[in-house]
T-cell receptor, first 113, second 115 residues
C-alpha cells in the first residue's frame, strides 16, 4: 500500500513570508497528525485530526499556524508569517484510529532565513 | 505532564555486537503505551517496537527487545547482532492509553553501527 505522502520535500523562505505544506495520508486512515521536529530534538505534536475534526491543537501556535483537513483525507499546514524559529522538519503521520500505529511521511524540511 | 528522557545523545557499536539504548519517562498514569521509533538518515520514521504498560512481559521483535521496568519508569531498547542498516536516530515515545493518540517523544539517540 502507498505510504504517507508529503510535499514539498524542501522549502526555503524568508522570515515574514508564508508557506504551506501538504499531506496525503494512507487510504482509510481516520487519524492524521502534524509534528514539528526541530534539529536535534524529538518530534512535537502540533495538531491532530480525527476525520475532518480537530482532536488536539494545544501546541499549535495559532497566531501564525493553521491547518485543515477538508473531507477527512488530505491536509494542509500553513505558516503565516514565518519566523526564524520555525525552521524545522514538518512530519505528517496517519493511523487507522487514535491508538493505532502511526505511519510517518518523509517530512518537509523548512528553512526560514 | 508526561516527559520522556533519553540521556545518550550518541552511541556507537561494532557490527554483530549488542547495544542498549536508555529511556526514562515520567507519568502519573497507570495505563499507557511505550514505543521505540527508528529514523534513518534522510528516511522516514518507522516503528520498531511497542509495549503496553499493563503487560509484564517485555516486547520482542526479531533482533530488537525491550527491558520495561514500570516501577523505575525505565524503557530500554536492546539491539542484538547489530547491522549496518541499524544506523539511525532512535526515539523513545510515550502515549497515554486514554489519550487522543498523541505521542510524546524523547530527544533521540543517534546510533552508529561500525563495520
Amino acid at each position: 500500500e502507498a505510504g504517507v505522502a508529503q510535499s514539498p520535500r524542501y522549502k526555503i523562505i524568508e522570515k515574514r513570508q508564508s508557506v504551506a505544506f501538504w499531506c496525503n495520508p494512507i487510504s482509510g486512515h481516520a487519524t492524521l497528525y502534524w509534528y514539528q521536529q526541530i534539529l536535534g530534538q524529538g518530534p512535537k505534536l502540533l495538531i491532530q485530526f480525527q476525520n475532518n475534526g480537530v482532536v488536539d491543537d494545544s501546541q499549535l501556535p495559532k497566531d501564525r499556524f493553521s491547518a485543515e483537513r477538508l473531507k477527512g483525507v488530505d491536509s494542509t499546514l500553513k505558516i503565516q508569517p514565518a519566523k526564524l524559529e520555525d525552521s524545522a522538519v514538518y512530519l505528517c503521520a496517519s493511523s487507522l484510529d487514535r491508538t493505532g500505529e502511526q505511519y510517518f511521511g518523509p517530512g518537509t524540511r523548512l528553512t526560514v532565513t | 505532564a508526561q516527559t520522556v528522557t533519553q540521556s545518550q545523545p550518541e552511541m556507537s557499536v561494532q557490527e554483530a555486537e549488542t547495544v542498549t539504548l536508555s529511556c526514562t519517562y515520567d507519568t502519573s498514569e497507570s495505563n499507557y503505551y511505550l514505543f521505540w521509533y527508528k529514523q534513518p538518515p534522510s528516511r522516514q520514521m518507522i516503528l520498531v517496537i511497542r509495549q503496553e504498560a499493563y503487560k509484564q512481559q517485555n516486547a520482542t521483535e526479531n533482533r530488537f527487545s525491550v527491558n520495561f521496568q514500570k516501577a523505575a519508569k525505565s524503557f530500554s531498547l536492546k539491539i542484538s547482532d547489530s547491522q549496518l542498516g541499524d544506523t539511525a536516530m532512535y526515539f523513545c515515545a510515550f502515549m497515554n492509553s486514554g489519550n487522543t493518540g498523541k505521542l510524546i517523544f524523547g530527544q533521540g539517540t543517534t546510533l552508529q553501527v561500525k563495520p
